[in-house]
């Protein structure tokens, strides 16, 4: 039995980390030193009109799967929190939960990696 309870204690913590993790990155996005550094980039850039527009589309195309994305991360992790409250203990679900969270965690570090690429 106390097999159990320390890995249910881990999927928790794991679960914890990983919804601190996603909080820490929505609030870094917003971060005002980050929007001042993007200003000041695209003014260096020195772009031609339609370079600015190319741009301002592809990084439209990016918040909008960003934001897409950080939803499915959010709700992963409340359904991981939901079935956790429900089983009280490591069951198949919380597994099923877990790797839905890993899955969504992982869909947005690819999207960043595509885009900054």
């Known amino acids: 039995m106390?097999?159990?309870?320390?890995f249910f204690v881990v999927v928790v913590l794991l679960a914890c980390a990983a919804a601190l993790g996603t909080r820490r990155l929505m609030d870094r996005h917003d971060?005002?030193?980050?929007?001042m550094l993007h200003r000041w980039l695209h003014d260096k850039l020195e772009l031609t009109s339609e370079q600015?527009?190319?741009?301002?589309?592809?990084e439209a195309d990016f918040a909008a799967e960003?934001?897409?994305l950080r939803a499915n991360l959010s709700e992963a992790n409340r359904q991981l929190a939901?079935?956790?409250?429900?089983d009280?203990?490591?069951?198949?679900?919380?597994t099923d939960a877990v790797e839905q969270v890993h899955h969504a965690m992982g869909e947005?570090?690819?999207?960043?990696m595509v885009f900054s690429a």
């Open 82 to 86: 939901k079935i956790m409250r429900e």
């Open 31 to 35: 971060d005002p030193s980050n929007i």
């Open 108 to 112: 947005l570090q690819k999207l960043s």
């Open 52 to 58: 600015r527009a190319a741009i301002e589309e592809i």
């Open 2 to 6: 106390r097999p159990v309870i320390t």
């Open 66 to 68: 960003e934001m897409r």
């Open 88 to 94: 009280e203990a490591y069951t198949p679900r919380v």
